[in-house]
Structures are given as C-alpha cells and as structure tokens.
C-alpha cells in the first residue's frame, strides 16, 4: 500500500485547535491535563500499540558547507574528525549487517561541496542493490535543495531521479524551527522554513512520503513552536504525505548556541501538544537518541506512538553529547515498550506492520 493512501485520523476544519486555543492550552493546563488529553487521542487512534523499527543509520559524510549554529555534527574538510564515505565504505557498513533482518535505511549527511550528483545516485543504488525490501528513507529537504542549487535542477528532478534510483521517503530533518526570525540567529544558511515546506509538498506530490521534525528548547517560544506546527498541519491538509512528527530535543553539547536544552517535562509537554495540534499527521515519535530512553518511556503516555528503532549508530545528537547508547537490539526496545506499559508493534519506514522472521 502506498503509504499516501493511508487514512487521515483528522479532518480539515473539524474542531481542531487554533492557534490562540493552543497558547491558552499551554498556558493554563498542567501536565497532567495536557498528558491526559494527549493520550485519549493516541489511544483512540492506536490502543496500547507502539510502533518502532529494526533500523540502520548511515551518515555518510560529516562535512558541510554550512555552519548552523546548534550543530555538533558538521566539519570543516580540513578539520580533524571530518569524513567522507568512498561507495565501497558505504557498500561495507551495509553489508556488515546484512545478517540482520534490518527494515529501513535512514541515510544523512552534511552538505559536501565535493560530492557529485552520481555519487547520490550510486549510494541509493548500491543500498536497494544490498537491501531490496528494506525501505530507504534519506536525504533532508536540506540536501535535495543543496543539490538542486548545485545542478541547477527543479527539486522535482532531484527527487524523481533518488526514486527511481532506490529512495522510498524522506526523512524530517531540517526543518528546524521555521521561524524567518529564529532561522537568521540558528542558522542563516540554511533554506528557508517556506522553502523546506515546499520541497516536501513536492515529494507528496511525487508519492513520496516523508517526515517532518521541530528542534525545540533552544531560544525559540512556545509560539513559534506552536507557528511551526500549524504550518506542517497546513501542509498536511493538502497533500497527506506526512508519516510521522518527530520534536527533536536540542542537544546542547559541543555547539556554539551555548543553551541548556529542554527537560524532560518540556519534552513531554512538547509530546502532548503536537499529538493534539497535529490531528492529520498519524504518527508521533519519542525519538529515544536524542530524549533518553526514560523520557521516552514517558513520551508514551502524553500521546507518543513511535519509539523509533534500533539505529546503530546514531552519530549526529551524539556529537552534540547525547548521553545515550548509540543503538538497541530488537529485544532491548521491546522491553522498554513493554515496561512502559504498551505492546510493541514492529513496522517498517512507511509504518506497515512487519512480521518477525
Ligand atoms: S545541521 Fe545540517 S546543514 Fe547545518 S551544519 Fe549541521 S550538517 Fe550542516
């Protein structure tokens, strides 16, 4: 089933929240009210079923042409640590574990000046090659409009030539906060908040599904968190290609932003009201790597579904000083959904259950 056919949970114009409603929400409700809530819609839409993935990251190059100001992630070419992965490095880390019955690829990187067009098109190539059933889910709307400028190529190009070469979805990345304001002080190179919307309504359009993401507890406010969910809900009205909303907890480590980063009841908190803003977008995930395992577990009852999935290895919060594991097996994250108080439900990239061999 193509993944833009599934149901939407919410209806344009149906009740839903407006944006005055959702500032007095957060502003008189306690946790409690708010995690409550939250959690009546994610058990209407799924029970006690949480979604995760046998996944595998990989990051194929660190350097980047851009310098945003909350990553830890990004190097210089000249900078010591920086890399690259040649085709036969990325062709070796997929093989390493092709005795795993791994789900989904999920490939970023930094924005490298260096690599060529076809370097892309060979990497997602060699991928599908190696996995054909597993979903690949790759490149930010960042890097398709780094390469797009690049080539001179409409995005519609960039992301037809990456489907026909093995691309299933996009992942969320970039989006960061989308803000005009906030984007000038975090990272004013980057494509704008308008343009990082437009590229993934031209994915839908292409049937190519994608994720979508906020990179909250830095400087921005509870409105602009609030502006930036609005503008995913508005996009999701038209066109239904988004599978999941991720809030990215800033990782404060290593970066020149220099802020503290949310705790873990703003993160919750920030859980809450995404599930209950975002009533067309089906899935919301507790991103464990970047939240921690026990903020996560929690995510699971202020309206988290999605517990993301085994990942090894997660490079990019790590750089920036996540202090949690880099990857876990299939039996650790059931356990932590089962001690949560859920019954995992394993899925594949599009969020289609997927039996165990
Ligand atoms: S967030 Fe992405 S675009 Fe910005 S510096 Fe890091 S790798 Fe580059």
């Given at each position: 089933m193509n993944s833009l056919d599934q149901p939407k949970i919410g209806q344009p114009g149906n009740e839903r929240i407006n944006r005055v409603q959702a500032m007095e929400l957060i502003k008189k409700s306690t946790i409690h009210d708010l995690g409550q809530m939250a959690n009546n819609i994610r058990t209407s839409l799924y029970n006690n079923q949480t979604f995760f993935v046998y996944n595998q990251h990989l990051n194929f190059t660190n350097v980047c042409a851009n310098a945003c100001r909350f990553c830890a992630f990004s190097k210089r070419p000249e900078q010591e640590g920086a890399y690259t992965l040649s085709i036969d490095q990325i062709r070796e880390a997929v093989i390493s574990r092709l005795d795993e019955p791994v789900d989904e690829i999920h490939i970023v990187g930094g924005l490298n000046p260096e690599l060529e067009y076809d370097y892309y098109l060979e990497l997602l190539e060699t991928v599908r090659g190696l996995r054909p059933r597993a979903g690949i889910k790759a490149f930010t709307a960042v890097e398709i409009a780094f390469?797009?400028?690049?080539?001179g190529f409409s995005h519609e190009r960039v992301l037809s030539d990456f489907a026909r070469?093995?691309?299933?979805?996009?992942?969320?990345?970039?989006?960061?906060?989308?803000?005009?304001?906030?984007?000038?002080?975090?990272?004013?190179?980057?494509?704008?908040?308008?343009?990082?919307?437009?590229?993934?309504?031209?994915?839908?359009?292409?049937?190519?599904?994608?994720?979508?993401?906020?990179?909250?507890?830095?400087?921005?406010?509870?409105?602009?968190?609030?502006?930036?969910?609005?503008?995913?809900?508005?996009?999701?009205?038209?066109?239904?290609?988004?599978?999941?909303?991720?809030?990215?907890?800033?990782?404060?480590?290593?970066?020149e932003l220099g802020v503290r980063g949310p705790d873990g009841l703003d993160f919750v908190r920030m859980l809450a009201m995404s599930r209950i803003i975002l009533d067309n977008i089906p899935h919301i995930k507790a991103y464990w790597a970047f939240s921690g395992i026990k903020a996560a577990q929690m995510g699971l009852w202020y309206g988290a579904d999605d517990f993301d999935g085994t990942i090894v290895e997660e490079k990019i919060g790590h750089a920036a000083g996540a202090d949690t594991p880099t990857g876990l097996t299939i039996s650790q994250l059931e356990d932590y959904i089962r001690?949560?108080?859920?019954?995992?439900?394993?899925?594949?990239?599009?969020?289609q259950p997927v039996q165990p061999l």
């Amino acid at each position: 089933m193509n993944s833009l056919d599934q149901p939407k949970i919410g209806q344009p114009g149906n009740e839903r929240i407006n944006r005055v409603q959702a500032m007095e929400l957060i502003k008189k409700s306690t946790i409690h009210d708010l995690g409550q809530m939250a959690n009546n819609i994610r058990t209407s839409l799924y029970n006690n079923q949480t979604f995760f993935v046998y996944n595998q990251h990989l990051n194929f190059t660190n350097v980047c042409a851009n310098a945003c100001r909350f990553c830890a992630f990004s190097k210089r070419p000249e900078q010591e640590g920086a890399y690259t992965l040649s085709i036969d490095q990325i062709r070796e880390a997929v093989i390493s574990r092709l005795d795993e019955p791994v789900d989904e690829i999920h490939i970023v990187g930094g924005l490298n000046p260096e690599l060529e067009y076809d370097y892309y098109l060979e990497l997602l190539e060699t991928v599908r090659g190696l996995r054909p059933r597993a979903g690949i889910k790759a490149f930010t709307a960042v890097e398709i409009a780094f390469l797009s400028d690049k080539y001179g190529f409409s995005h519609e190009r960039v992301l037809s030539d990456f489907a026909r070469a093995g691309l299933d979805a996009l992942p969320g990345g970039g989006a960061e906060v989308f803000s005009p304001l906030l984007r000038q002080k975090l990272c004013p190179e980057k494509i704008s908040g308008k343009r990082w919307l437009e590229i993934h309504q031209t994915a839908h359009i292409l049937s190519i599904p994608t994720n979508c993401t906020l990179l909250f507890g830095h400087i921005e406010t509870w409105e602009d968190r609030v502006e930036h969910l609005l503008a995913l809900r508005e996009l999701q009205d038209k066109t239904g290609g988004f599978l999941c909303f991720i809030p990215l907890p800033y990782q404060p480590g290593n970066n020149e932003l220099g802020v503290r980063g949310p705790d873990g009841l703003d993160f919750v908190r920030m859980l809450a009201m995404s599930r209950i803003i975002l009533d067309n977008i089906p899935h919301i995930k507790a991103y464990w790597a970047f939240s921690g395992i026990k903020a996560a577990q929690m995510g699971l009852w202020y309206g988290a579904d999605d517990f993301d999935g085994t990942i090894v290895e997660e490079k990019i919060g790590h750089a920036a000083g996540a202090d949690t594991p880099t990857g876990l097996t299939i039996s650790q994250l059931e356990d932590y959904i089962r001690s949560a108080g859920f019954e995992p439900i394993r899925r594949n990239s599009l969020f289609q259950p997927v039996q165990p061999l």
